[in-house]
């Protein structure tokens, strides 16, 4: 008797009916770990990738940048809408993509 008492407590029933949100407690905390998780990792990486990208359809001729492969260099032109001509030296010039400038130097 003691021991069917026992059991059955820790299994969680008492012989009653179960209530309905019985089972929402345990998606309580998944729940929350997807909220932190997006606000701290997902969110603030889309908005630095959205600077990034407004950053990139503002250059212009005459911007000091600096490449993914660590160039500096003064952009001299544009071509095709996606390729940026840079002068890296005197008379050095090197075409790269808009997506291989890394970051704008003022």
Known sequence: MIISNFVAYAQGTD???AS????LGTFVPLILMIVVFYFLLIRPQQKKEKD????????????????IGGVFGIIDD????DIV???????TKAE???SAIQ????
């Open 103 to 106: 970051a704008k130097i003022s």
């Open 52 to 67: 990034r990208k407004n950053m990139i359809q503002s250059l212009k001729k005459g911007d000091k940048v600096l490449t």
């Open 96 to 98: 790269f993509t808009r």
């Open 85 to 91: 001509i840079l002068r890296i030296a005197s008379n």
């Open 20 to 23: 309905p949100f019985s089972g």
């Open 15 to 17: 012989g009653g009916a």
């Open 78 to 81: 544009f071509r095709e809408n």
